[in-house]
């Protein structure tokens, strides 16, 4: 059986160990849970919010410049347009205090402490989610095994190089050759017409292929030598052909080109 005074000891020690619980208001509660923002400070929606939201404010917080004027000044690209007329006179009047900026009262906290309710900060995620992205895109520390690929990547690729090259320079050169008709005209009808073309095809020369030939009646009982050949145009010109039939007077009078065409 527990005496008196043991039990009041007891109820004593019971009573000091229970915590009063904390009470608060909603208002309390609700702030606590609430998000805050303006949105993307960067974006013109979230100008926009920052505008509604100094209609009826001189600062961000309170009634004089604080960090959190300077947060919220810091994370603008610039000065607000002038269509947003209470955000770009906040801008005006805290850009007043450049210098001052570490001097003014309170401490600078994450944006998303400031602003309206319910409206969620996301100046810097795009930036951030850019910045991981690319960061995941980064080996600081490159496998052996992607070495290993790349040297023979460039063997491989210095092989196929070299195999292109040794085709190249197996491959015959293309030949630029022309086909061209001639006509040659004798002095007169005695001209012994068989020994014109046999002068003219005993020219011989390196990319000269002499072919058909026929006699062409040109008046007055005359006839010209009409011949074909086939010359290699960096080896035989027509002035050269010209030249050298010309040269067998005796039996020539002259040369004309009566037809050339590339082959």
């Known amino acids: ?11 004593s020690r019971s009573t000091k160990s229970r915590k009063t619980p904390t009470v608060r208001s909603p208002e309390q509660s609700q702030a606590m849970r609430a998000v805050m923002g303006f949105g993307d400070l960067k974006s013109a929606a979230g100008l926009r919010v920052l505008n509604e939201f100094l209609a009826d404010k ?5 009634y004089v410049p604080s960090q959190a004027d300077v947060a919220v ?14 955000a770009l006179r906040w801008y005006n009047h805290i850009k007043s205090y ?3 900026k570490g001097s003014l009262p309170g401490v600078k ?7 309206p309710v319910n409206i969620e900060d996301t ?15 980064i080996d600081l520390f490159g496998s052996d095994d992607e070495e290993e690929e790349n040297e023979d990547a460039k063997r491989i690729r210095e092989e196929r190089l070299a195999q292109y090259e040794s085709k190249k320079s197996k491959k015959p050169a293309l030949i630029a050759k022309s086909s061209i008709l001639l006509d040659v005209k004798p002095w007169d ?8 073309e046999e002068c003219v095809r005993s020219i011989q020369m390196d990319g000269l292929i002499w072919g058909a030939s026929k006699l062409v009646p040109v008046g007055y009982g005359i006839k010209k030598l009409q011949i074909q050949c086939v010359v290699e145009d960096d080896k035989v010109g027509t002035d ?3 030249e050298k039939i010309t040269a067998y007077e005796d039996f020539v009078q002259s040369m004309d080109v009566a037809a050339f065409n590339k082959i």
């Open 1 to 11: 059986m527990t005496s008196p005074v043991r039990a009041l000891c007891l109820s």
């Open 58 to 62: 001189s600062y961000i917080e309170g």
């Open 73 to 86: 000044f810091d994370a603008l690209s610039g000065a607000p347009p002038a269509d947003l007329f209470h």
């Open 98 to 100: 450049e210098k001052q």
């Open 109 to 115: 906290k994450p944006l998303g402490k400031y602003g």
């Open 123 to 137: 100046t810097d995620s795009a930036a951030k989610n850019a910045k991981e992205d690319d960061d995941d895109d």
């Open 189 to 196: 009808d005695e001209t012994d017409m068989a020994k014109l």
């Open 240 to 242: 050269v052909l010209e």
